[in-house]
């Protein structure tokens, strides 16, 4: 479409005044469902197979999909209709890829809602002002990022309005699916607009301005320098609290923190290497670990030592490279010879917990459930802790308080990410301070319970541990006591944070605003 020819008038003087839009939101890529659920042959293979139930294709599971779309595939006229089908996409996609026009869509897949909001931007004179509809993925996905900054560093945003389907607003959309309402003009910079969250009723928007609050953007750039991600807040409250949370440092900022979140073995791909007998090294997954226990649930796989040794220092590219390249006289080191601290990656905000920690031993391996950060690092000739094991005990204790928990539940829809990890505002462990000294040794005495921790209760000068439930208890309303109190949270605000876990212990909440009243 040439805008340029067909509003030569328009476009010759800037462009439009004003663009309102509901742009589409589906992903520009094949998709069996598309194609194949209106399709004759796939229609009758249903009704014969399902005749008294009327089974859409969609509803189908993957098995017989796959086995309906082979048996389909098996007509010459069908497969030259599917290729045809994923030729014109393959165009889409190329021309999209090549355009100067679309420059700004990020990675991952092409959105249509991503391609239109650029469009938008080009189309609009200075000052021109926009009102459109969008996926609330414009706010807080990674593959938005450059849009975002458009939108905050290129216009004014005045509002924005997020919604979740629950009404529904939008008929035959799922309930879930969040979106919002963003007015704008282009032009100018963004320093703060009027916002609200979690709106499920789109009457409330006439009365925006009674209920909504300013939202100060210095709180994106400070919650995601990387990525403008905006949190959700769905009250005033919450906005306050966050800009107490991150005037401290996030993990990701190398300016004070080396924090480098990984991953180890693929359950898909390196599934060869699991054994369902005890053959060797435990694989840990998510479901085995919780807060400050390795003990959590018993393994489902186990691996040969020598196996997977040779795949890590296969897959340790990045060291392997460094001592080549600078001819170290080291040997390649893996990362399992190291306590590591390790977090559950996938998770749900609605969930008891969301953000779930601990620190496992040495000679233990991970699927991919598990994130972990990265234990040691190649400085100039050797290789270094990028953070020690005090502070990793530390660290873990932080992770794991109600008050972490809490912005890590504003963040995630059902897995933790690397960028959302990296977004946790943590400080730098203190030796002199003594509540940054009292989650450490809390921590230690909650983690390190058993003989595979001796070395690290050794290392970092802790000799007691608890096992009693009670004892185990107390600690860990004192670490979460002393988290909001590094915060300088008030009651009020550490109060509400306890509230928005419901299904959270009863009695460590009460112990921990108990505690927290103490210090």
């Known amino acids: 479409f040439d805008w340029k020819n067909k509003f030569s008038e328009i476009m010759d003087r800037g462009g439009f005044n004003v663009v309102i839009g509901n742009p589409p939101w589906q992903i520009i890529k094949p998709d069996i469902d598309e194609f194949f659920s209106p399709l004759k042959e796939m229609q009758l293979m249903l009704a014969t197979n399902f005749p008294t139930k009327n089974k859409p294709f969609s509803r189908l599971d993957k098995p017989t999909k796959n086995k309906f779309v082979k048996k389909c595939l098996e007509n010459p006229n069908v497969v030259s209709l599917f290729n045809k089908y994923n030729e014109a996409y393959e165009k889409q996609l190329i021309y999209f890829s090549n355009n100067n026009s679309y420059k700004l869509q990020g990675k991952g897949d092409v959105n249509c809602y991503k391609l239109f909001l650029e469009k938008i931007y080009s189309i609009l004179d200075e000052g021109g002002a926009f009102g459109l509809v969008l996926p609330s993925s414009v706010y807080t996905d990674l593959g938005a990022k450059d849009l975002r900054e458009l939108l905050f560093k290129k216009c004014h945003i005045s509002q924005l309005c997020g919604f979740t389907n629950t009404k529904p607003i939008f008929a035959g959309v799922d ?57 959700e807040c769905e009250k005033k409250i919450e906005n306050q609290i966050f800009e107490k949370l991150f005037q401290f440092p996030v993990l990701e900022d190398g300016n004070v923190w080396n924090f480098k979140p990984s991953r180890e073995l693929d359950m898909t791909n390196d599934s060869h290497l699991f054994h369902t007998t005890n053959v ?33 220092k296969r897959k340790n590219k990045k060291d392997l490279s460094i001592i080549k390249k600078l001819n170290l006289n080291i040997p390649l080191k893996i990362h399992s010879q190291e306590y590591r601290l390790v977090w559950r990656s996938v998770a749900n905000p609605t969930d008891e917990r969301t953000l779930i920690s601990t620190v496992l031993p040495p000679n233990v391996y991970f699927g991919n459930s598990l994130g972990y950060l990265t234990p040691l690092i190649i400085e100039k000739t050797k290789y270094v802790k990028p953070i020690s094991n005090v502070e990793t005990l530390f660290l873990t204790g932080m992770l794991n308080s109600f008050v972490q928990d809490f912005v890590m539940r504003h963040k995630v829809s059902r897995n933790i990410n690397y960028f959302h990890i990296n977004g946790q505002p943590i400080p730098r462990f203190e030796q002199y301070n003594m509540l940054h000294k009292k989650i450490f040794k809390n921590s230690s005495m909650l983690i390190c319970t058993t003989d595979e921790y001796a070395k690290l209760r050794e290392e970092v000068g802790i000799s007691e541990y608890a096992t009693e439930p009670e004892k185990r208890m107390v600690l860990e309303a004192q670490i979460n006591a002393a988290a909001a109190k590094i915060y300088d949270l008030t009651k009020e605000e550490f109060e509400y944070i306890l509230e928005s876990f419901p299904s959270a212990d009863k009695n460590l909440k009460e112990m921990a605003m108990r505690e927290f009243l103490l210090l």
Request: glycine share 6%; hydrophobic share 35%.
């Open 280 to 312: 060797g090294p435990t694989l840990y997954q998510g479901y085995m670990i919780h807060m400050f226990t390795h003990t959590f649930a018993n393994p489902t796989y186990w691996l040969k030592k020598e196996e997977v040794e040779e795949r890590m």
């Open 175 to 231: 309930s879930r699916y969040k979106f919002c309402t963003i007015l704008g003009t282009k032009g100018g910079t963004t320093t703060k607009f009027l916002s609200r969250f979690m709106v499920r009723d789109d009457n409330e928007l006439s009365d925006f301005q009674t209920h909504a609050f300013e939202y100060d953007l210095e709180l994106v750039k400070l919650s995601s320098p990387s990525y403008f991600t905006i949190i």
